[in-house]
């Protein structure tokens, strides 16, 4: 009757950590904690602050800027710390991100991982006019696809973009 006891309580605490662990509400002294933030639907908004590259942006959310890295897509690098690995392409997907988001306020979209292992925030992102900006850079030239599991919500939507790209 004791064991029974005892096994229920155990069962009741380890169902009670996992469920503050699920839901993020304990900052575990790790150096990223979770957005808290105003959901809009499913998007979080934020203004753009500037433009790293073409796939990275900085953005301010809960008055903090934070790195913003676009899920599924790659553009070639142009801020490389290598300077050999830097491109003219890359240079031309950071100028036309910079156009599109500049001084904009966006939408975020999270998939599965919040944060990569640098610590910025993984996100699709929607223009002010609706613009799925992920999907637009693989349409224009600017980006290939690069999905990581398991960020790949979108990932048949970057495939048809690319198709019609080559097609163009």
């Known amino acids: 009757m004791k064991i029974k006891r005892q096994k229920k309580k155990q069962i009741m605490l380890m169902l009670c950590i996992l469920l503050i662990l699920m839901t993020g509400k304990i900052d575990f002294g790790g150096e990223y904690t979770r957005l808290e933030h105003e ?20 953005a301010l959310l809960n008055e903090q800027e934070e790195k913003v890295r676009l899920i599924g897509v790659d553009t070639p690098e142009s801020v490389h710390p290598d300077k050999s690995k830097n491109t003219e392409a890359g240079a031309l997907a950071s100028e036309y991100a910079s156009g599109l988001l500049e001084n904009q306020t966006v939408q975020l979209e999270l998939d599965v991982q919040e944060r990569d292992k640098y610590g910025r925030i993984l996100a699709y992102v929607y223009l002010e006019d609706g613009t799925f900006l992920n999907e637009k850079l693989i349409l224009d030239g600017y980006a290939k696809i690069a999905t990581y599991p398991p960020n790949v919500k979108y990932v048949d939507v970057f495939k048809k973009a690319a198709e019609s790209r080559e097609q163009k």
């Open 39 to 58: 959901y809009l639907g499913n998007r979080i908004s934020c203004d753009v602050i500037r433009v790293v590259d073409g796939d990275t942006f900085v």
